[in-house]
């Protein structure tokens, strides 16, 4: 937002994340709304979904999951693909679309940054077509993570952007179409599903050599009297390849 000061990562986004992507049943399975300092406390513990005004009558069949992983980040673990050895970085350009046909997601990325609280702004649950790229970070192609958000379901519409994500196996190609008229092109290394309390917010959000892309939202068990995910779903990609777009 205009005149927004940049969070530090490792203060700010460790929390925001495991909050927005964890509460978005405001109106159904997938939302992904800003989130108010109010609702932050409400929900410290990283389980409410205070902004929601109902609750579902009967529990959603949840999201696709990924295989559970509770590690904590170490510095020798293994984030990208074999393949991506090689590949150059590439000149940083805002991302405007993501493609996954392997799970026909081919959706609008709008830029995003933090909120007054330092919280993360994702896009509106009435738009859960959309996805959000956290613009103080590295864009999608460049060295370190580019990270881009998605909400997993609403209960206005049902399954959103990102409701497919614990789908994906290694190797899936992700593509993302930039500014430029380049095309970043990312296999999956892994997929998982984090507890929001252990959320990997270094190897998230963190800094790191390769040329990697961190798609993430909700999932795990919904709990009904929380109103709220109890997990995180990561998809970790590294770049393979660039093309230009057709």
Not at 37 to 42: K, S, V
Not at 55 to 62: G, K, R, S
Not at 71 to 92: E, Q, T
């Amino acid at each position: 937002m205009p005149g927004q000061a940049l969070v530090p990562v490792s203060a700010q986004l460790p929390v925001p994340v495991q909050l927005l992507l964890g509460r978005h049943r405001a109106g159904g399975r997938r939302r992904m709304g800003r989130f108010s300092a109010t609702t932050l406390t409400a929900v410290c513990a990283l389980l409410g979904l205070g902004l929601l005004a109902a609750a579902l009558i009967t529990a959603p069949e949840p999201p696709p999951q990924p295989a559970a992983d509770g590690s904590r980040y170490h510095a020798g673990d293994a984030d990208r693909r074999p393949d991506a050895r090689g590949v150059r970085p590439m000149d940083r350009s805002v991302p405007v679309r993501v493609r996954i046909p392997a799970i026909n997601v081919d959706a609008v990325v709008v830029t995003v940054g933090t909120n007054p609280d330092g919280t993360l702004q994702v896009p509106e649950l009435t738009h859960a077509d959309l996805t959000g790229w956290y613009r103080y970070g590295p864009s999608p192609g460049e060295r370190g993570n580019a990270v881009i958000v998605g909400h997993v379901d609403t209960r206005a519409s049902g399954p959103a952007v990102f409701y497919d994500l614990g789908r994906l196996a290694a190797g899936t190609r992700v593509e993302v179409v930039r500014m430029d008229g380049t095309v970043a092109v990312f296999g999956v290394v892994k997929v998982r599903s984090f507890p929001k309390a252990e959320f990997p917010a270094t190897r998230v959000f963190g800094s790191s050599d390769d040329m990697g892309l961190r798609l993430v939202t909700c999932g795990g068990t919904y709990d009904e009297a929380q109103r709220n995910y109890l997990n995180s779903t990561v998809v970790f990609a590294s770049l393979t390849g660039t093309e230009r777009v057709s």
